[in-house]
């Protein structure tokens, strides 16, 4: 994958079932051994024609998938999208919208937002201390506020000239480097080499080991909060 990483890229590195399976059994298991989220035994076999598991202990819910026991959990969604749209999530934060993901997964534009909203509750707590040492951040302009030409680079069209909101790629150094400004450089680099890779491996190991009842918990709670606040707005004078 050459020159800077896109849209339409990430999109078709993530659109492969068997590499998102791949991803996820070594973000779960470490060392790539599936295990029964029930009672962890490693004693199960893979049923490729339904792309499940089954534990061969007796136990309710023999059968499970990759998606048992995380936010993904009872979803008719698949994996690709689910991967796809948190990887989007957490390398462009509020700066990717529902409609651009709608655009880019051919998912309707409410799912693009159920799939978005549990994913930024699922990352909820975590420590924003990614990175050592110093970092910077290099920010380039992205799409056009213009509704018009929207999304048109995505979809192979051509951007527009005008200016739009500011994508920043951030950057670790160590505190003792010889550059004292190391700047983004795009040459031709592998996909599992680039910084945001390395950023969605960190965070997605933390979205999925949230499971989908903390997940229930977070939804309630940001909910009570929502009512509350509008609450308050109506006794302002």
């Keep these: 994958m050459d020159g800077a990483l896109s849209l339409l890229e990430v999109v078709r590195y993530f659109s492969d079932p068997n590499r998102c399976q791949q991803l996820v059994v070594r973000l779960r298991w470490g060392?790539?051994?599936?295990?029964?989220p029930q009672c962890d035994s490693e004693?199960?076999?893979?049923?490729?024609?339904t792309r499940v598991w089954k534990c061969y202990r007796k136990h309710p819910r023999a059968k499970f998938s990759l998606k048992t026991g995380t936010i993904f959990e009872d979803s008719p969604i698949s994996l690709v999208k689910w991967i796809s749209t948190a990887w989007l999530v957490i390398n462009c934060g509020y700066r990717v919208s529902s409609s651009e993901v709608h655009r880019a997964l051919?998912?309707?534009q409410k799912t693009a937002w159920f799939m978005m909203?549990?994913?930024?509750l699922a990352m909820l707590g975590r420590s924003r201390d990614g990175l050592g040492g110093e970092a910077v951040v290099n920010a380039s302009p992205f799409g056009s506020?213009?509704?018009s030409a929207r999304g048109a680079d995505l979809h192979g069209g051509k951007r527009s000239s005008k200016r739009g909101a500011r994508v920043a790629g951030v950057l670790g150094r160590a505190e003792k480097a010889p550059d004292p400004m190391p700047t983004m450089k795009f040459a031709p680099i592998s996909f599992e080499t680039t910084p945001e890779f390395e950023h969605f491996i960190e965070t997605m190991s933390d979205v999925l080991a949230v499971s989908k009842a903390e997940l229930d918990r977070r939804v309630q709670e940001a909910s009570g909060d929502s009512d509350r606040n509008r609450k308050r707005a109506k006794r302002v004078p």
């Design 31 to 36: 060392d790539g051994k599936v295990r029964c």
């Design 106 to 108: 051919g998912v309707t």
């Design 145 to 147: 506020p213009d509704p």
């Design 43 to 49: 004693r199960v076999t893979y049923l490729e024609r």
């Design 117 to 120: 909203h549990r994913i930024r």
